[in-house]
C-alpha cells in the first residue's frame, strides 16, 4: 500500500508511535520482498556457465560489479544460494591482480576490468575494489560458515587490502595528485575527479579492517588479527582529524580536490560508529535542519543542496546533483538520532516511490534512471535494521 498524507503528517509531527511501528514494520517487509525480487530478477549467465548478478534488472550494466553485489549482500544475502555467494567470492578472488588490486567489475566472458567506464577512467584501479572483496568474502562467510574453505583466502585477502594506496602519513587511502587522473575514488562517485586523501574508500579501508581482523581470528591467526584490528582504529582516529569540518558539521569528501561536504560519507561514517558522538549528533542535526534539499522521494545527494562537485559528470545528473536510494539507510541511522519521526518518514517516501516507480538507480524531478537497480532496494535495509535495533535497545533499557 501506498502510505496516505493523513499517515505521512502523523509521523512528521509525532503521531501514534505504535501505528506507526506496525506500519514500519510492514515497510521494512515490503522492501525486504521487493529486493529479493529484484535480485533474482536480475541473474545473468556467464560464458563458463556461472550465474552472476549485475546491478539492475535487465539491459544495462553489462557486466558483473563487485560493489552493487557486496552491497546486496550487506541488505539481502539470504536471496542468494551458498553455491551463488561460493562461486560469486571464487570468481573476485581469482580475478585480483598479481599486485593484489581488486576489480571494478567483471565482464560476461571472465575478464577483470580494475578500472571504471569498463577500464577507460583512470591510470590505475579504483580505489575501492580491494575493501568491497573483503567485505564479500566476510559477508559470504557468515553466511556460510564451516561450508566455506576460509583458510585459502585469507592470504589473498590480507594481499589486496594491502595493495590499496594510501598516505603514509595517516593511513588514509590516498589518489596521487600529481597525476592527470590516478584513479577512480570510491565508485558510486566513479565520475568525482577526488584528489589527495579520500574519505569514503578511507571508511570502507577501516570496514574492510575490522571484517579482515575478524575473519583472521576465526581461523586462529591472533596476532595478524590484532594488527589488522589496530590499522583499522588508527585510519578511523585520522578520518575523524582530518575530513571533520567543526563548522559545518559534516566530513569532507577529500583534501585537495573534490572538498566538497560528503553528504553519504557524513552518514556512512555515523553508520560505522566512527564519527565520534560528538560529530554524529551534528551530522544528525544536519541532515534534519537541511532536509528539504538533501532529499527527493526517500533519495539521497551526494553534496549539499545547491553545491556541486568541483570536477564531476554535468550538473543535476547522476552523481552530481541526482538523488540516490543507495545511501538512505546510512541516512536516516544518522537522522534517527535526532529526528526518529522525520527518519521513519524518509522511509516511507522512499518505499512509496518504489512501489509507484521501481527502485531507480538515481532520480530528479521527473527523471528516473534505471528502474529495476539492485543496491537501491537492497542497501538501505542494512542501515534501516541497524537503526531499528538501536530503537529496540533504547527501549529496552529504559527503566
Not at 125 to 133: E, I, N
Not at 228 to 233: D, N, Q, R
Not at 275 to 286: I, M, R, T
Request: charged share 25%.
Amino acid at each position: 500500500m501506498l502510505y496516505s498524507e493523513i499517515e505521512m503528517r502523523g509521523l512528521r509531527t509525532g503521531g501514534d508511535r505504535r501505528v506507526s511501528a506496525e506500519a514500519l514494520d510492514d515497510a521494512v517487509t515490503w522492501l525486504e520482498t521487493e529486493s529479493h525480487r529484484i535480485i533474482r530478477a536480475s541473474r545473468r549467465q556467464m560464458a563458463d556457465g556461472s550465474w552472476v548478478f549485475p546491478p539492475q534488472v535487465g539491459i544495462g550494466y553489462e557486466a558483473f560489479w563487485l560493489r552493487d553485489y557486496e552491497y546486496c549482500l550487506e541488505g539481502s544475502v539470504a536471496s542468494f544460494t551458498d553455491a551463488e555467494l561460493l562461486s560469486a567470492c571464487d570468481l573476485f578472488i581469482r580475478s585480483l591482480r598479481s599486485d593484489g588490486a581488486a576489480v571494478d567489475c567483471v565482464k560476461f566472458d571472465g575478464s577483470p576490468v580494475y578500472q571504471p567506464g569498463y577500464g577507460a577512467m583512470g591510470e590505475n584501479p579504483v580505489a575501492d575494489g580491494s575493501q568491497f572483496t573483503v567485505g564479500v568474502a566476510w559477508h559470504s562467510h557468515r553466511r556460510i560458515g564451516k561450508g566455506m574453505r576460509l583458510d585459502v583466502l585469507l592470504d589473498a585477502l590480507v594481499k589486496t587490502l594491502r595493495s590499496v594506496p594510501r598516505d603514509p602519513a595517516n593511513g588514509l587511502v590516498y589518489i596521487d595528485p600529481a597525476t592527470d587522473w590516478d584513479r577512480c575514488p570510491y565508485g558510486f562517485s566513479d565520475s568525482v575527479r577526488k584528489r589527495g586523501d579520500e574519505l569514503f574508500s578511507s571508511l570502507l579501508f577501516v570496514q574492510a579492517c575490522r571484517q579482515l581482523s575478524q575473519l583472521l581470528s576465526e581461523c586462529g591467526r591472533g596476532p595478524a588479527s590484532v594488527q589488522w584490528e589496530e590499522e583499522g582504529l588508527r585510519v578511523a582516529e585520522s578520518i575523524r582529524g582530518v575530513f571533520w569540518d567543526p563548522r559545518l558539521g559534516l566530513f569532507r569528501a577529500a583534501t585537495l580536490r573534490c572538498r566538497e561536504h560528503d553528504i553519504w560519507g557524513s552518514a556512512f561514517a555515523v553508520f560505522l560508529g566512527i564519527a565520534d558522538g560528538f560529530q554524529s549528533l551534528a551530522v544528525g542535526d544536519y541532515f534534519r535542519s537541511h532536509y528539504a534539499e538533501l532529499t527527493q522521494h526517500g533519495y539521497l545527494r551526494h553534496l549539499p543542496g545547491g553545491v556541486y562537485w568541483e570536477d564531476a559528470c554535468p550538473r543535476d545528473s547522476y552523481q552530481n546533483g541526482g538523488y540516490w536510494a543507495t545511501p538512505t539507510g546510512w541516512f536516516v541511522y544518522a537522522l534517527d538520532l535526532v529526528d526518529q519521526d522525520l527518519a521513519t518518514h524518509t522511509i516511507f517516501d522512499m518505499i512509496a516511490h518504489f512501489k509507484k516507480h521501481g527502485a531507480c538507480e538515481w532520480i530528479n524531478g521527473d527523471t528516473l534512471a534505471l528502474p529495476g537497480y539492485l543496491a537501491s532496494a537492497a542497501l538501505p535495509l542494512a542501515g534501516i535494521r541497524a537503526m531499528l535495533e538501536r530503537r529496540t535497545t533504547k527501549e529496552s533499557s529504559k527503566p
